[in-house]
């Protein structure tokens, strides 16, 4: 009986055995199919969209200003855009401050107004006594056009007051009423001229630009007035600058003398698509300096300083000019 007790318990606990098996058989297998649903809707489920960007309002990037970075020794300064007739940059634009031999392209322009293409120059002796020996010698005979290249190449004084005396008495004979001395009536041409082309801050003294005394330049105006004197040159005269773009010029005169032009601007490598540059300097001016130059195609710009120093007005130009050039690229 006992044995038959101890048969029944054995087949009672095989029963509850297998019936746990099943039980942890079923659980585990519950638990696989569940991770697998899980991983199944993770991996199939598309990821949230991020949100839309505001395409009307975009991130608002500065760049720097390429004039911002400028270090100039000019109490005035511009860089005018002749085609946009704006400038670029400007500093003390319409100050108006001593020209010195700037004013000898209001000379060149006013002398090729007076007198004819083919007229011949004859140096008279008392137009050498001005400051400045450049070369000329006493009654050396030059076409027109050589000697106006030759006032700007070099700066000329006694140049510009060989031209200031013939074309003043040229100018005398249309107006014989005039009292005054051919120079002088020269002058006032020059002034009048200024007036003609709206050059309000501009006036001249004499036709070389040089201080009269301690106390007074030869020509006032602003760097702004210069821009456009130039711009009216090139305009309407380019070919009485064209000469300026050289380093050195060899201008033989009339009388067979072979003069060594030499130009005043010694940064005329340094600026790209040169079309013109003209330098002044005297105590009371300081260093001036204006160029005229190509930034692309058929873009011509204009750089001024006045009242530097001699040797930081060309600093001042080239700093001027690269400025001008990053500022158009971007």
């Known amino acids: 009986m006992e044995k038959t007790q101890n048969d029944q318990l ?17 659980s585990i297998l519950g638990l696989i199919v569940t991770s ?10 598309p990821a949230r969209p991020s949100p839309p960007k505001n395409s ?45 031999s700037l004013t000898k392209l209001m000379t060149v322009l006013v002398a090729s107004e007076l007198l004819p293409d083919e007229y011949i120059i004859t140096v008279e002796e008392d137009s050498l006594l001005e400051e400045g020996d450049s070369g000329l010698f006493a009654h050396e005979k030059w076409n027109l056009s050589d000697m106006l ?16 005396s013939i074309a003043g008495a040229a100018r005398m004979q249309m107006s014989p ?30 036709e070389t630009g040089l201080d009269p005394n301690s ?33 050195t010029l060899d201008i033989t005169s009339l009388s067979g003398i072979t003069h060594t032009a030499t130009n005043t601007n010694k940064i005329i490598g340094s600026i790209p698509g040169l079309i013109a540059s003209k330098t002044g300097f005297t105590d009371l001016a300081g260093g001036n ?3 005229a130059y190509n930034a692309g195609l058929n873009r011509p710009l204009i750089a001024v300083v006045l009242s530097s120093t001699q040797e930081g007005r060309f600093s001042d130009i080239v700093q001027l000019v690269e400025a001008s050039l990053l500022s158009l690229s971007e």
């Open 10 to 26: 054995k087949r009672r606990d095989r029963g509850e055995l297998s019936y746990i098996r099943v039980v942890i058989f079923f």
């Open 36 to 45: 697998l649903l899980i991983f199944t809707k993770e991996t199939t489920t």
């Open 56 to 100: 009307e309002n975009p991130p608002i990037i500065l760049k720097k200003n390429p004039f911002d970075d400028l270090n100039l020794e000019a109490r005035a300064a511009i860089v005018w855009d002749i085609n946009k007739q704006k400038s670029l940059y400007e500093y003390n634009s319409e100050a108006q401050l001593p020209l010195a």
């Open 149 to 164: 290249d030759f006032i700007l190449v070099v700066s000329s004084n006694d140049g510009a007051n060989v031209i200031a």
């Open 177 to 206: 009423q005039s009292d005054d001395s051919p120079e002088a009536t020269f002058v006032r041409a020059m002034n009048s001229k200024s007036t003609n082309i709206n050059l309000s801050q501009t006036y001249f003294i004499n």
């Open 215 to 247: 106390r007074m330049s030869g020509g006032y105006g602003s760097v702004k007035d210069v821009a456009l004197l130039m711009e009216y040159i090139l305009k309407e005269h380019p070919t009485l600058v064209s000469a300026t773009v050289y380093k």
């Open 289 to 291: 300096l204006i160029v």
